[in-house]
């Protein structure tokens, strides 16, 4: 069922128009101040206006039996209430006493003079005995006679009303003190509530915004508040170290893609020089071209030393990925007059159409080292001579010898190199100007790069110069 449920989209750079904090905890608050004064108030109220209305009939009922003065009843069809009779203030305190038939006719009157109309008469006389009712602002008591005649007896309402109305008022200024002493109360509370709550908002908001460094603070908060703060800080923290473990994630995969990149290279470049020596000594036996004495006996000698060092490599290969480490360097006494030989021989199978000299003038075994790696260093020199270079200027290999150091020189005779690039020739990847176009565009841009680290291995340097003239 909960995967039924419509899932909203998380909102992104929006504003809420919400009631703010401070007004959702005060108007319902002072609502219900509101509203439970008012009920309370009617309470009140109805509560006092029986109450008084209790104790004005109790006095009604002792006014009832209080004798009353009687008088000769008027001419017919004259009322004694028609005209108003004179009272003073003692008069007016005194309750209305009146005796009437059943018709409303005034038969005897006491007390206070009667301020009811014909009409009014009629209407009380008509009221069943011990009824109490009010009649234009008097309190009436009606109780029946003898000989169907019937007493009233009323008290005037004024002071009930003055009462009930001071009543009212005392509880409207209380109510308003009172709402206004908790609108003051929960406004502050409110405020004092909001402040921190609005502060983390803000905080949150520019962590938000990509802001990881911002410091979530409440001034003034509550335990809740704080302990919020707290959580949302370690929150952005392990945020902060998540997103830098992936950052170094991704920068650790370029790091392994570009050194996968260029162990493919390496391997690439590593087979392709004994594969290219394998199709060159090839074609030139399918050409028919190993006819002088000796050629096809050195053609199948350098074939068997190039499958072997592409075996060797191979299990190098494996080994590393087995093992995580690279086989350890051979060091042996090399023969630099075989190796440039087998290079020189290696270049005329590949390039049978171009000129190949060599001056060779070292001792044997006048190096220590790897014969396969330095074999690969000279043949990357003339295999970049022989590409970049036209194909009828020719190509030297001179070697010559000091007490100390064997140095190994390939002179091409083609458009050189510009000064501005020989710094850069041996970097990984780095392909010269395109308009020194090669003969074949399968290189990797490698060769120099690997020639370099070999010579580098063997306590040697590698640079380029001008051929003179």
Same mark, same amino acid.
């Given at each position: 069922?909960?995967?039924?449920?419509?899932?909203?989209?998380?909102?992104?750079?929006?504003?809420?128009?919400?009631?703010?904090?401070?007004?959702?905890?005060?108007?319902?608050?002072?609502? @219900?101040?509101?509203?439970?004064?008012? !009920?309370? !108030?009617?309470?009140?109220?109805? +509560?006092?206006?029986?109450?008084?209305?209790?104790?004005?009939?109790?006095?009604?009922?002792?006014?009832?039996?209080?004798?009353?003065?009687?008088?000769?009843?008027?001419?017919?069809?004259? +009322?004694?209430?028609?005209?108003?009779?004179?009272?003073?203030?003692?008069?007016?305190?005194?309750?209305?006493?009146?005796?009437?038939?059943?018709?409303?006719?005034?038969?005897?009157?006491?007390?206070?003079?009667?301020?009811?109309?014909?009409?009014?008469?009629?209407?009380?006389?008509?009221?069943?005995?011990?009824?109490?009712?009010?009649?234009?602002?008097?309190?009436?008591?009606?109780?029946?006679?003898?000989?169907?005649?019937?007493?009233?007896? !009323?008290?005037?309402?004024?002071?009930?009303?003055? *009462?009930?109305?001071?009543?009212?008022?005392?509880?409207?200024?209380?109510?308003?003190?009172?709402?206004?002493?908790?609108?003051?109360?929960?406004?502050?509370?409110?405020?004092?509530?909001?402040?921190?709550?609005?502060?983390? +908002?803000?905080?949150?908001?520019?962590? @938000?915004?990509?802001?990881?460094?911002?410091?979530?603070?409440?001034?003034?908060?509550?335990?809740?508040?704080?302990?919020?703060?707290?959580?949302?800080?370690?929150?952005?923290?392990?945020?902060?170290?998540?997103?830098?473990?992936?950052?170094?994630?991704?920068?650790?995969?370029?790091?392994?893609?570009?050194?996968?990149?260029?162990?493919?290279?390496?391997?690439?470049?590593?087979?392709?020089?004994?594969?290219?020596?394998?199709?060159?000594?090839?074609?030139?036996?399918?050409?028919?071209?190993?006819?002088?004495?000796?050629?096809?006996?050195?053609?199948?000698?350098?074939?068997?030393?190039?499958?072997?060092?592409?075996?060797?490599?191979?299990?190098?290969?494996?080994?590393?990925?087995?093992?995580?480490? *690279?086989?350890?360097?051979?060091?042996?006494?090399?023969?630099?007059?075989?190796?440039?030989?087998?290079?020189?021989?290696?270049?005329?199978? @590949?390039?049978?159409?171009?000129?190949?000299?060599?001056?060779?003038?070292?001792?044997?075994? +006048?190096?220590?080292?790897?014969?396969?790696?330095?074999?690969?260093?000279?043949?990357?020199?003339?295999?970049?001579?022989?590409?970049?270079?036209?194909?009828?200027?020719?190509?030297?290999?001179?070697?010559?010898?000091?007490?100390?150091?064997?140095?190994?020189?390939?002179?091409?005779?083609?458009?050189?190199?510009?000064?501005?690039?020989?710094?850069?020739?041996?970097?990984?990847?780095?392909?010269?100007?395109?308009?020194?176009?090669?003969?074949?565009?399968?290189?990797?841009?490698?060769?120099?790069?690997?020639?370099?680290?070999?010579?580098?291995?063997?306590?040697?340097?590698?640079?380029?110069?001008?051929?003179?003239?």
């Amino acid at each position: 069922r909960d995967s039924a449920r419509p899932r909203l989209p998380a909102p992104r750079g929006f504003r809420v128009r919400r009631m703010s904090l401070r007004r959702m905890l005060l108007l319902p608050v002072l609502a @219900a101040i509101i509203v439970g004064f008012v !009920a309370f !108030a009617v309470a009140v109220d109805v +509560s006092e206006r029986a109450l008084r209305l209790a104790e004005l009939d109790q006095e009604l009922a002792r006014a009832e039996l209080s004798p009353m003065r009687t008088v000769d009843p008027e001419p017919a069809g004259e +009322s004694a209430t028609s005209t108003p009779r004179p009272t003073s203030e003692l008069a007016a305190d005194l309750p209305v006493q009146l005796t009437l038939t059943q018709a409303g006719a005034v038969v005897a009157t006491g007390g206070a003079a009667s301020p009811f109309s014909l009409d009014e008469l009629a209407e009380i006389a008509a009221q069943p005995s011990g009824t109490t009712f009010n009649v234009n602002g008097y309190r009436v008591l009606v109780t029946a006679l003898p000989e169907t005649l019937v007493r009233v007896t !009323a008290l005037s309402l004024s002071g009930f009303e003055a *009462a009930i109305a001071a009543l009212r008022g005392t509880l409207a200024l209380g109510g308003l003190v009172i709402v206004s002493i908790e609108a003051v109360v929960v406004w502050v509370l409110a405020r004092r509530i909001a402040t921190p709550i609005a502060a983390v +908002s803000a905080g949150v908001s520019r962590i @938000a915004d990509g802001e990881l460094d911002t410091a979530v603070w409440a001034p003034g908060g509550s335990r809740e508040v704080t302990m919020l703060t707290h959580d949302v800080g370690r929150m952005v923290a392990r945020l902060r170290a998540a997103l830098a473990e992936r950052e170094q994630s991704a920068a650790d995969a370029t790091r392994a893609r570009d050194d996968l990149r260029r162990l493919l290279a390496d391997v690439a470049h590593e087979v392709r020089t004994p594969l290219t020596a394998l199709r060159g000594y090839s074609e030139l036996y399918q050409r028919g071209m190993l006819t002088e004495t000796g050629a096809l006996d050195r053609a199948m000698t350098r074939i068997g030393e190039e499958s072997a060092r592409l075996h060797l490599l191979v299990d190098s290969i494996l080994q590393t990925a087995r093992t995580g480490d *690279a086989p350890a360097a051979v060091r042996e006494p090399v023969e630099i007059a075989r190796v440039i030989r087998n290079v020189v021989d290696d270049l005329r199978a @590949a390039f049978p159409g171009r000129r190949i000299d060599e001056r060779v003038d070292v001792p044997d075994r +006048s190096l220590v080292g790897d014969r396969a790696q330095l074999h690969q260093a000279v043949l990357n020199l003339g295999a970049n001579a022989c590409r970049h270079s036209p194909a009828d200027s020719p190509i030297t290999f001179e070697a010559t010898a000091s007490t100390d150091r064997v140095i190994i020189r390939v002179i091409d005779h083609g458009p050189g190199i510009p000064e501005s690039e020989r710094d850069k020739i041996f970097l990984p990847f780095y392909r010269s100007d395109p308009a020194r176009a090669r003969l074949d565009r399968d290189g990797a841009g490698l060769g120099l790069t690997v020639t370099e680290q070999i010579v580098f291995e063997h306590d040697g340097r590698v640079s380029v110069s001008e051929t003179p003239g």
